[in-house]
């Protein structure tokens, strides 16, 4: 019964995405100064100090102790203590909703890339507005979801020439990428890769269960969509001969193919997902229902629409047999020593498509996890910001530079009161966040979330 009222109080919002519509933004100045901040540029492993941004229409143009300032200019004062680092990156999301961009950006996310099927009208009139800085949010890129049956429900594509009429299809509409999945025929594969490279179009995503990911990166594929896909496609199945009397998976990889993983991963110079957190929460909720329950529970979650909490109520996990436990743990070290061997890596969440991950909010876990699996707060910080505008740079013709400080680069922007280097948490509660050329500072950043919040509850009152 209570899953039935909440189906009829969220009955508007499954009909009709997204769940509310943004007011406009207010033009924003022209020319906004960063004054008195210490810089995390983040080009190296390095902060300078007492330093002013100057901004203008939306990019950085100068930095410097001693630039000088327009009259007319909006002065952010960091009074010598605040902290001004890139803006967040999320680089696996499924949102496509108004109010989901909200939640990113008061999170200090200014960058994400959706992995495939966001709606039509999220791709031909929302997206294009957040991204000119007409409405809140972070500027999103997207992929092309395209699969070799129906079975997880996906667009299908079966023969190669289909392959090369949707590669031209996408980019018409709008997608800098394709997103690949499991169950495409390696000709369609290669016909994806082929015609991308020819209309200047990335492929990213899933290992492809007939291709393995080795032959994928070699033929192109830029970006590995999630760290745990390697589980598929690349390393051994130990649960074959050491599964549980019911079948179930409970024993991980022999951490002795890791090296020859990497060395495939690096010969491409391919980028990997640094998801950490999200298999771990699946981990977490694995045959644990009252796990699912906490997550509906807490206090993130007042910023989940509700379509999406009964999606996380419907999801499967929480049936499963058998524990994921022995591969988050190989799922750590397999992270660690591709950041030790510098390989390229993003972060990304996934969210809210998984049970828990909760929009922003589980990007700064995905850091929390990165940094207990022993990576270094300038790799984690890396993974969040300069790697993913390298990959943006590297694969999308004419993209705007981003994930750094400096002149030239789109001002995605946030504003912490100490040290994210010596204190990632910081990030969880930024001063102020720049993205598309807005400044937001703190108060309306907490607004926006309890807007969020507001319009949600509403919907859930009968």
Same mark, same amino acid.
């Given at each position: 019964?209570?899953?039935?009222?909440?189906?009829?109080?969220?009955?508007?919002?499954? !009909?009709?995405?997204?769940?509310?519509?943004?007011?406009?933004?207010?033009?924003?100045?022209?020319?906004?100064?960063?004054?008195?901040?210490?810089?995390?540029?983040?080009?190296?492993?390095?902060?300078?100090?007492?330093?002013?941004?100057?901004?203008?229409?939306?990019?950085?143009?100068?930095?410097?102790?001693?630039?000088?300032?327009?009259?007319?200019?909006?002065?952010?004062?960091?009074?010598?203590?605040?902290?001004?680092?890139?803006?967040?990156?999320?680089?696996?999301?499924?949102?496509?909703?108004?109010?989901?961009?909200?939640?990113? !950006?008061?999170?200090?996310?200014?960058?994400?890339?959706?992995?495939?099927?966001?709606?039509?009208?999220?791709?031909?009139?929302?997206?294009?507005?957040?991204?000119?800085?007409?409405?809140?949010?972070?500027?999103?890129?997207?992929?092309?979801?395209?699969?070799?049956?129906?079975?997880?429900?996906?667009?299908?594509?079966?023969?190669?020439?289909? $392959?090369?009429?949707?590669?031209?299809? $996408?980019?018409?509409?709008?997608?800098?990428?394709?997103?690949?999945?499991?169950?495409?025929?390696?000709?369609?594969?290669? $016909? *994806?890769?082929?015609?991308?490279?020819?209309?200047?179009?990335?492929?990213?995503?899933?290992?492809?269960?007939?291709?393995?990911?080795?032959?994928?990166?070699?033929?192109?594929?830029?970006?590995?969509?999630?760290?745990?896909?390697?589980?598929?496609?690349?390393?051994?199945?130990?649960?074959?001969?050491?599964?549980?009397?019911?079948?179930?998976?409970?024993?991980?990889?022999?951490?002795?193919?890791?090296?020859?993983?990497?060395?495939?991963?690096?010969?491409?110079?391919?980028?990997?997902?640094?998801?950490?957190?999200?298999?771990?929460?699946?981990?977490?909720?694995?045959?644990?229902?009252?796990?699912?329950?906490g997550y509906l529970r807490a206090p993130e979650t007042r910023?989940?629409?509700?379509?999406?909490?009964?999606?996380?109520?419907?999801?499967?996990?929480?049936?499963?047999?058998?524990?994921?436990?022995?591969?988050?743990?190989?799922?750590?070290?397999?992270?660690?020593?591709?950041?030790?061997?510098?390989?390229?890596?993003?972060?990304?969440?996934?969210?809210?498509?998984?049970?828990?991950?909760?929009?922003?909010?589980?990007?700064?876990?995905?850091?929390?996890?990165?940094?207990?699996?022993?990576?270094?707060?300038?790799?984690?910080?890396?993974?969040?910001?300069?790697?993913?505008?390298?990959?943006?740079?590297?694969?999308?013709?004419?993209?705007?530079?981003?994930?750094?400080?400096?002149?030239?680069?789109?001002?995605?922007?946030?504003?912490?009161?100490?040290?994210?280097?010596?204190?990632?948490?910081?990030?969880?509660?930024? *001063?102020?966040?720049?993205?598309?050329?807005?400044?937001?500072?703190?108060?309306?950043?907490?607004?926006?979330?309890?807007?969020?919040?507001?319009?949600?509850?509403?919907?859930?009152?009968?």
């Amino acid at each position: 019964m209570k899953l039935l009222a909440l189906i009829a109080a969220a009955a508007p919002l499954l !009909l009709c995405p997204p769940a509310f519509v943004q007011t406009p933004q207010p033009q924003p100045a022209a020319i906004t100064a960063f004054v008195a901040v210490n810089l995390l540029p983040m080009d190296t492993d390095r902060i300078v100090r007492n330093q002013t941004v100057l901004v203008e229409n939306g990019k950085i143009a100068a930095i410097g102790p001693a630039v000088p300032i327009p009259k007319d200019a909006r002065i952010v004062d960091g009074h010598g203590s605040a902290f001004l680092s890139p803006g967040l990156a999320d680089m696996h999301v499924h949102s496509d909703t108004t109010g989901d961009m909200l939640v990113y !950006l008061a999170n200090g996310v200014t960058t994400m890339l959706n992995m495939g099927e966001a709606s039509n009208g999220f791709m031909a009139e929302v997206r294009p507005e957040i991204n000119r800085g007409k409405l809140a949010g972070p500027h999103v890129y997207a992929g092309f979801l395209v699969d070799g049956t129906p079975q997880y429900g996906h667009f299908v594509v079966a023969t190669p020439e289909q $392959a090369r009429a949707i590669v031209g299809l $996408a980019k018409t509409n709008g997608y800098e990428f394709i997103k690949v999945y499991n169950n495409l025929s390696p000709a369609v594969f290669q $016909a *994806l890769v082929e015609e991308g490279k020819n209309q200047q179009i990335a492929v990213i995503g899933h290992g492809v269960t007939r291709v393995g990911l080795e032959r994928q990166l070699d033929a192109g594929q830029v970006l590995v969509a999630h760290a745990e896909e390697f589980f598929y496609t690349t390393f051994s199945h130990p649960e074959k001969k050491n599964a549980d009397a019911s079948g179930q998976m409970n024993s991980a990889p022999d951490p002795a193919e890791i090296p020859a993983a990497i060395a495939f991963i690096k010969r491409n110079k391919a980028f990997v997902t640094a998801d950490l957190i999200t298999y771990a929460t699946i981990a977490q909720q694995w045959g644990k229902p009252e796990v699912v329950e906490g997550y509906l529970r807490a206090p993130e979650t007042r910023y989940v629409s509700p379509a999406r909490r009964i999606r996380w109520r419907e999801d499967d996990y929480a049936e499963r047999q058998g524990s994921l436990d022995a591969r988050v743990a190989f799922l750590k070290r397999f992270i660690k020593e591709m950041a030790q061997a510098g390989v390229p890596l993003v972060t990304g969440t996934d969210a809210p498509a998984i049970p828990g991950l909760a929009p922003g909010f589980s990007l700064h876990d995905d850091l929390h996890a990165l940094e207990q699996a022993g990576l270094s707060r300038y790799q984690v910080l890396s993974a969040a910001t300069r790697t993913p505008g390298e990959l943006i740079r590297r694969s999308v013709p004419d993209a705007e530079p981003f994930g750094t400080i400096a002149v030239g680069n789109r001002a995605d922007l946030m504003l912490s009161a100490k040290n994210p280097l010596d204190d990632l948490s910081t990030l969880r509660t930024p *001063l102020g966040v720049m993205a598309n050329g807005n400044w937001h500072p703190e108060p309306e950043l907490r607004a926006l979330l309890e807007q969020v919040a507001g319009k949600y509850e509403r919907a859930f009152k009968p």
